[in-house]
């Protein structure tokens, strides 16, 4: 088997999320008596991943923004229903997966000028300075990333964009995913072996 490069290799490294602040839980409390500051608080905090997520997962800048929008309406709108129980980046992640899979649904992506590639929403690997045949090798390696997790199921991508590009725990995942540990251990296993039969075919 060949070896995997660098790009790949981000999805195979999951890692916890971090756990809740006080901080967090007292302007959820706020915002749910009504307190807008502390709402857009909560925005400040999340709208950054959460318009990441929407990028990878659209691969349009338009559609991801209007989207990542929409999805903060909607957490203003049932935030007084949030009971807790979830981390509050899981449900939110939950609520954007649902807009961007009616989006994809309803509406053609756009993929002209507005089309983001994934190296500008993945954080590159550390390097002093990377010298220009190495950048354009990168960028080249994460274009066919882009095409390679465009060709997975949506149960598979999901479970692994969310685990290994977001960081949701396993148990996360799978509430945002409504399904067992073990089914998003399975779709894992599954993506991966999909993404690795897929890029050695690409060659």
């Known amino acids: 088997m060949t070896a995997l490069p660098a790009s790949i290799e981000l999805l195979f490294v999951e890692t916890e999320a971090a756990p809740h602040e006080s901080v967090e839980q007292q302007k959820v409390r706020a915002a749910q008596a009504g307190d807008m500051a502390a709402f857009e608080w909560i925005v400040q905090q999340h709208e950054e991943r959460v ?10 800048v338009e559609d991801a923004r209007e989207v990542c929008q929409d999805a903060f309406v909607r957490a203003w709108q049932a935030l007084p229903e949030f009971e807790g129980r979830a981390r509050l980046s899981t449900w939110l992640y939950q609520i954007a997966l ?4 009616d989006r994809a649904k309803t509406r053609a992506t756009r993929q002209r000028d507005s ?14 300075k990377q010298s220009p045949d190495t950048n354009a090798e990168w960028q080249s390696e994460m274009q066919k990333l882009e095409r390679g997790l465009a060709v997975l199921p949506e149960k598979l991508r999901a479970a692994l964009m969310l685990t290994t590009m977001e ?36 060659g």
Do not use: K
């Open 51 to 60: 318009f990441g997520f929407c990028c990878r997962w659209l691969r349009c």
């Open 98 to 101: 649902n807009l961007c899979r």
């Open 115 to 128: 089309t983001v590639a994934l190296d500008e929403v993945i954080s590159q690997p550390e390097c002093p």
């Open 167 to 202: 960081h949701l725990s396993h148990e996360e995942c799978a509430q945002v995913l409504n399904c067992s540990v073990r089914g998003v251990e399975g779709r894992i296993y599954r993506a991966r072996q999909m993404l690795m039969e897929w890029w050695e075919r690409e």
